[in-house]
């Protein structure tokens, strides 16, 4: 299994300012992913980030918007860029343990921009 | 690419009523299917998941599910459904690299 820690949980941002948003994992995984699951959506997939390569972003995501870091086994960021209402959602972590079974989530971060 | 359809945008029953709610994949080989359960303003919850063998498996909660793969389905059931099973259940497909996620299902129980 695996324990996530998302931050923050919680942020009011004004338009066109940037949020980074940090996902901290309890044991050493490879694959990490960010999803976005926008007011009574479903959960899309933002980009795959694994350690020591560049990120791989989903159709209708870039990394200009969405910059991703990976620097190790256990942790990584996703930026929202230049934020506009429209990118107000719910930004979730996710990894893949080593047995390949399932993903575990962080509790999210809530994003609300004005 | 895969691929998720869930079907059904929501649907009603009545508590002990049977349950079923539909999903369809597309992959171009056996995948590994999911449902997950989302409650109000809650994470993420696994119910189940298919990896291979048993097409019929178990998950918590009371819930099931089949694998059909000449239909491209797999989806979940529940004989009797409780009042606390009011929630939204998104069905997954992962082909080894990364999970998609079905719009999702939103369930409403009626007393």
Redo the contacts between chains.
């Keep these: 299994s695996a324990v996530i820690s998302q931050k923050p949980s919680r942020d009011i941002c004004q338009r066109g300012t940037s949020l980074t948003i940090q996902c901290q994992v309890d044991s050493q995984v490879t ?1 990490m ?1 960010w ?1 976005r699951q926008q007011p009574g ?5 933002i980009a ?1 980030a694994n350690q020591g390569s560049e990120a791989t972003y989903e159709s209708g995501f870039v990394i200009d918007k969405f910059p991703i870091s990976r620097p190790n086994l256990t942790f990584s960021t996703l930026t929202v860029s230049n934020m506009s209402p429209e990118d107000s959602s719910i930004y ?1 972590c ?1 990894v ?1 343990t080593g047995d ?4 575990f ?1 962080g ?2 971060t809530q994003l609300s921009v004005l | 690419a895969q691929s998720v359809t869930q079907p059904d945008i929501h649907i009603t029953v009545s508590e002990g009523a049977s349950l079923e709610l539909r999903c369809n994949y597309s992959y171009g080989a056996t995948p590994y299917l ?1 449902w997950y359960v989302q409650s109000p303003g809650q ?2 919850q ?1 119910l189940l ?1 298919y ?1 291979s063998g048993d097409t019929l498996v178990q998950g918590i909660k009371g819930f099931e599910a089949e694998f059909k793969r000449s239909q491209s389905s797999f989806n979940l059931r529940k004989p009797s459904v409780h009042w606390s099973d009011a929630a939204e259940y ?1 069905c ?1 497909v992962d082909g ?9 299902t939103r369930l409403f129980v009626k007393a």
């Excluded at chain 2, 080894?96 to 999702?104: R, V």
């Design positions: 694959m992913f999803y959506q479903s959960l899309t997939l795959t979730l996710s893949r390949n079974e399932k993903l989530f509790s999210g | 999911f994470g993420l696994l998941k990896f998104f997954a080894g690299f990364k999970t998609i996620f079905g719009a999702g």
